[in-house]
């Protein structure tokens, strides 16, 4: 049975890794019809009709440097999509549930074998985002302006841990629902980003922010909720208000607990 889940993932790594390559092709082209200038020391960017002004693209690329930890980062939040593509494939399986669960291996064993390929695939998709980041880099000729800050292996962790959390959560949710897993993963997109702005949004009372931030404990946006990289140095943006090390052994435990739950309720499920 976990090869049908294996022709699931591989399916959804193609279609993504279409749409990368699509993607990279769009910014590449976009950068030979794109004119740069620096602004208070950044590097500013814009799109138009017009050719490069070669001078002073030049000169602000003389001055740019980009720091792994922002690429990195980027690829972690595309690993976030794929998770909450993967996130629900124990529940596409309860349907069927007469069929899978009368094989001769233990529920346990098959679930873990579903995270395992499903891992594998968010793995993967955070490994083709970076190839087609560093591939789009190298093909405008700005790949020798990626500079290896001190956050670059924090900020891949943390990103990677996002999506797992995202995952082992909503695999935690869905698991023993006899509906439609996906529409439940697809909603945890509103919920967290509602939660995310709930826990600063005064003005709806000191209760409801109370809770809100309560609840953000479990929401993988409250960990990672920005990156923005300025002057050369990468600034990580978390409601937490926890350092990065924290925020990263946070992200991976609420992952294993909700992995190790869903294996728990899904084994409960009857047939």
């Known amino acids: 049975m976990d090869y049908v889940e294996f022709r699931r ?36 960017v814009s799109i138009d009709s017009g050719k490069p002004q070669n001078l002073a693209m030049r000169e602000a ?10 690429l990195l980062g980027l690829a972690g939040y595309c ?19 007469n069929f899978v669960f009368v094989k001769p291996i233990s529920r346990e064993r098959l679930a873990l074998q579903y995270m395992a390929i499903d891992l594998t695939g ?9 190839a087609a980041i560093f591939g789009s880099l190298a093909a405008v000729g700005w790949f020798g302006r990626i500079v290896v800050d001190a956050q670059w292996f924090s900020v891949a962790a943390l990103g990677l841990g996002i999506a ?48 809100a931030r309560v609840l953000n404990v479990f929401n993988p946006i409250a960990y990672f909720s920005g990156l923005v990289s300025s002057h050369g140095a990468v600034r990580i943006y978390s409601l937490s208000g926890l350092p990065i090390a924290a925020n990263v052994g946070i992200a ?5 607990i909700g992995c190790a739950l869903a294996t728990r309720l899904w084994k409960r499920v009857e047939v």
């Not at 968010?122 to 970076?130: Q, R, T």
């Open 122 to 130: 968010i793995a993967s998709a955070f490994v083709l985002a970076c």
């Open 61 to 70: 690329i003389a001055r740019l440097h980009i720091p792994l930890a922002l």
């Open 252 to 256: 991976w435990s609420i992952g294993l």
């Open 164 to 211: 797992f959390m995202w995952y082992g959560i909503m695999q935690a949710v869905t698991a023993a629902y006899r509906g439609k897993g996906g529409a439940l993963v697809g909603w945890s997109w509103a919920i967290f980003g509602g939660l995310s702005g709930m826990s600063s949004a005064t003005f709806l009372g000191p209760v409801v922010v109370a809770v």
């Open 9 to 44: 993932v591989r399916r959804a790594l193609t279609i993504y890794a279409i749409f990368l390559f699509i993607g990279a092709i769009v910014a590449v082209v976009s950068f030979h019809n794109a004119s740069m200038h620096n602004v208070g020391g950044d590097v500013i």
């Open 79 to 97: 690993a976030v999509v794929m998770a909450t593509m993967f996130a629900s494939s124990l529940n596409k399986e309860n349907d069927g549930a």
